[in-house]
């Protein structure tokens, strides 16, 4: 089995992606996986427990080991009965970003995919559910009704867009191992050419059968779960984004706050 994440900013066109690769019959694309959130859990268990900790004073060499063959089992049971049939696992997680080292130990030659995307349409696009349907809500702040309280709740380091551009830039600066990029503006505006660039940095013989006019939804992420506020779609033909379309919900100032606030990112993957 061969194995490779699928990581990256939230509304970067993930879900597209694995709907795409689900579209080759060698191929298992998943729906957010809490297989990376697994490892994290077992890691942390496993650096506190005095049991191993007394193993390691014994015999690391040993332990460490065996702590190696539990992890890449715990990846290779997981996708278990996908085995028999299919080639390729992309497991979809922005947790992998921060699992990294771990993945990188366990699995040295899977790649990880990033997606990434204007932050303003990032935005855009979490505001656009917001205007969608404003009779569900579930924060109780005054502040969050504001688009200004939503983008500071949701770029604060530990937010939802926050934390996985630190993630991205961790991985960007320290020119990570096996990271490859996954731009959504080039992506929806040469479908075949970005998925072609991914076949070869996978190392896969390119299918033929990609469809990039009548995309099938293959994610069964539950949006309910989140009041259908971050929806997981990525169905119908690959169509080029809108240039600005973000500006009819995002305000001019805090456009230009985000692009302040995240210059390095910005300027790494040509948001001016």
């Not at 996908?82 to 497991?91: A, G, P, R």
């Not at 191992?177 to 940095?201: C, D, F, H, N």
């Not at 099938?216 to 169509?239: I, R, S």
Request: proline fraction near 6%; hydrophobic fraction near 40%; include cysteine.
């Amino acid at each position: 089995m061969k194995f490779h994440v699928v990581t990256g900013l939230p509304r970067s066109g993930s879900t597209l992606l694995c709907n795409l690769l689900a579209q080759n019959p060698r191929f298992h694309a998943s729906s957010t996986s809490p297989l990376a959130q697994l490892l994290t859990g077992t890691r942390h268990y496993v650096s506190t427990a005095p049991e191993v900790r007394s193993d390691l004073a014994h015999d690391r060499e040993a332990t460490e080991q065996r702590l190696v063959r539990m992890m890449r089992g715990m990846i290779s049971l997981w996708y278990a009965d996908k085995m028999k049939d299919l080639e390729v696992i992309f497991d979809k997680s922005r947790a992998w970003m921060h699992t990294a080292q771990l993945l990188r130990l366990l699995v040295p030659e899977a790649r990880l995919i990033v997606c990434v995307r204007d932050l303003r349409s990032v935005f855009a696009s979490i505001e656009k559910q917001h205007a969608r349907f404003p009779a569900l809500d579930d924060s109780m702040s005054p502040h969050d009704k504001t688009a200004h309280g939503r983008a500071e709740r949701f770029m604060a380091p530990d937010g939802l867009v926050g934390l996985p551009v630190e993630g991205v830039m961790d991985l960007h600066l320290r020119k990570f191992p096996g990271t490859v990029i996954w731009q959504y503006e080039y992506v929806t505006r040469s479908p075949e050419a970005a998925m072609r660039k991914l076949y070869v940095e996978i190392n896969e013989p390119w299918f033929d059968g990609h469809d990039f006019t009548n995309v099938e939804n293959q994610a069964t992420d539950l949006d309910a779960l989140y009041l259908g506020k971050f929806p997981h779609d990525g169905a119908g033909p690959v169509t080029p984004a809108v240039e600005g379309e973000w500006a009819r919900f995002v305000p001019e100032d805090l456009a230009v706050q985000m692009m302040q606030r995240f210059a390095p990112y910005n300027r790494a993957f040509g948001y001016t």
